[in-house]
């Protein structure tokens, strides 16, 4: 088992910045790429950033340029630092970690909210 706990959401203004963290903990051998994904109501859970056990990092292409995904491995913790925020980023941030080689390792925290007022 993997619990991620997420913090670091909040209310900001169009322009502003927040920066969300996720740890991890438990089972946390088995994980090979840690994601941020988002979720507005009314709306599928769409894939925000991706970093892998080797560093490699993918973005969508809304928050390019934007948003950067970085580790800690000392701490186990994932963090996404969120600049020129846009009300449409406003949503319930999720942290998921997931294995490769491990079916069904496959973790999600418990969302924190982030809304970005106009």
């Known amino acids: 088992q993997v619990q991620l706990v997420e913090s670091g959401g909040g209310l900001v203004q169009a322009g502003g910045s927040l920066r969300l963290s996720c740890a991890a903990s438990g089972s946390i051998f088995s994980i090979d790429a840690m994601d941020w994904y988002r979720q507005d109501p009314g709306k599928q859970r769409e894939l925000v950033a991706t970093?892998?056990?080797?560093?490699?990092?993918n973005y969508a292409d809304a928050v390019k340029g934007r948003f950067t995904i970085s580790r800690d491995n000392a701490k186990n913790t994932v963090y996404l630092q969120m600049n020129s925020l846009k009300p449409e980023d406003t949503a319930v941030y999720y942290c998921?970690?997931?294995?490769?080689?491990?079916?069904?390792?496959?973790?999600w925290g418990q969302g924190t909210q982030v809304t970005v007022s106009s």
């Open positions: 970093i892998t056990n080797d560093g490699r990092t």
């Open positions: 998921h970690a997931r294995s490769f080689r491990i079916r069904g390792y496959d973790y």
